[in-house]
């Protein structure tokens, strides 16, 4: 699977351009186009990059990637992020690494939003829990109203995202209306953030066991 992976990565980075700003996606697909990007600009590249957690920050940093603060660039031109489920409409599912509110706000100042999977990543329905980034205070309220929206949250135990919120992974039979969801979910008080991304995604890189499938949004934000 990791070879997949490193496929999806390689293909992804082949995007990134010299003078680019660069959102750096989190988790374990995102860390080989980060090291990739790391090798480019050993090699004289001249990027700036975006992390979208305090740990694609360390790897970049490692990486010699430049690094630069959200705030500091109007938009970023291109953004490599992986996902824990992607359906055929090219919506997603992430936060498996409890990283969602930083990788949705990179990706919602992005021009060109990369996602890179292997193969087993790829859905016909949702089935993975959705990730839900809350307040600390009153999280076991939260959930109850979550759990009104019929899902079933689980305390992601022991975790503390980048901002000092908890996760609270959402099981559920099966999700329809994703965009009324979304807004549902969002508007609950404490909930910060969820792990739905819906028409966000540019293009979708899969590695396949017969090479690499690259997938386009069609007339997407960016289009
Ligand atoms: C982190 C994420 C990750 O992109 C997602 O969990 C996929 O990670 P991996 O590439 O390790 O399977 O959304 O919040």
Redesign the pocket.
Known sequence: MEEL?KLAAMEAVKRVKDGMVVGL???????YAIIEIGKMVREGMEIVGIA??LESERIAKEAGIKLADINDYDAIDITI????EVDAHLNLI???????LR?KMVASCTRKEVI??DER?MVTRFSFPL?VEVVKFGWKRTADKLASLNFNPQLRHGFVTDNGNYILDCHYEAMEDYRKLHDEINSIVGVVEN?LFIDMADEVIVGTNDGVKKIKAEGRKNE
């Open positions: 992976k996606g989190t988790g374990s697909t995102a860390k979208t957690s992020d992986g996902a824990d992430k936060g498996g690494g409890g990283a969602l990788e890179i999977v990543k990730p792990g």
